[in-house]
């Protein structure tokens, strides 16, 4: 358990620095964040359909109402399958993300960007980014609870499809001019706190239920595979 906090402390402090700047105003952040507003917002002008484009991956694709729902049929799909400390995780995960993301903004209350001519609005707080972080603790937990369904060599497609979709979500808030570059980071960051966190909690409830200790190659619990097609060992074919 001690090391477990430790970890998770260790994750955190990178969030941790990312607040203390965003809330000193320190100039090298504040530039960076302006100009990078200014000139997307610039580029966002000259090209409507690219908006447009940018709203619907935002508002549709990678909303998090879309994000949550996906992590809820998860959930509701390991238990009917019977992995209930898996479903437990997610639905942890999940649950606290979201409510840590809205405690910070209303700590931090930061504003968002005001631009001329905005291309897009979006309520409330600014840091940090609610699109990021929801987007960094769902992806995660998707990825980490299905990859051992996932075929060896499709794994990296799934890690670059994850990947992709965090790093875009961050894209977008900034390209629409919603949200400032550290706003995303700091979502990105204190999203990786907290699935770092329960993650290291639930390899603890393995170890004491006697479970094996995984690595995120292989997802936090192989046994969802069936008992009956259990993981082949590396450089085997796989059973069809």
């Not at 908006?51 to 508002?59: E, F, K, S, W």
């Not at 001329?116 to 609870?145: E, I, K, Q």
């Not at 570059?181 to 770092?196: E, H, I, K, Q």
Request: charged share 15%; proline share 8%.
């Amino acid at each position: 358990m001690l090391a477990t906090v430790a970890a998770t402390a260790l994750v955190s402090v990178p969030f941790a620095l990312a607040l203390v700047l965003v809330e000193a105003q320190w100039p090298p952040l504040a530039r960076l964040d302006r100009g990078t507003a200014e000139r997307l917002h610039a580029a966002a002008l000259e090209h409507p359909a690219w908006v447009r484009l940018l709203g619907v991956l935002t508002d549709v694709v990678w909303d998090p109402v879309t994000m949550r729902l996906l992590v809820a049929a998860l959930v509701v799909w390991l238990l009917v399958r019977g992995a209930v400390r898996l479903a437990a995780w997610a639905a942890v995960t999940a649950t606290a993300g979201g409510l840590l993301g809205l405690l910070v903004k209303h700590a931090v209350a930061r504003a968002r960007p005001h631009l001329p001519d905005p291309v897009a609005h979006a309520p409330g707080y600014s840091f940090p980014s609610g699109h990021a972080m929801t987007a960094t603790t769902s992806c995660a937990v998707l990825l980490l609870a299905l990859l051992p369904l996932v075929p060896r060599r499709l794994r990296p497609v799934a890690w670059g499809l994850a990947a992709v979709s965090v790093a875009g979500v961050g894209y977008t808030r900034v390209a629409l001019g919603v949200h400032w570059v550290s706003d995303v980071v700091g979502g990105w960051l204190l999203g990786l706190a907290v699935v770092t966190a329960t993650t290291l909690a639930f390899e603890a409830w393995r170890a004491d239920a006697g479970r094996r200790r995984t690595t995120p190659a292989e997802g936090l619990e192989p046994e969802i595979r069936s008992d009956d097609r259990p993981e082949p060992p590396v450089g085997a074919p796989e059973r069809p």
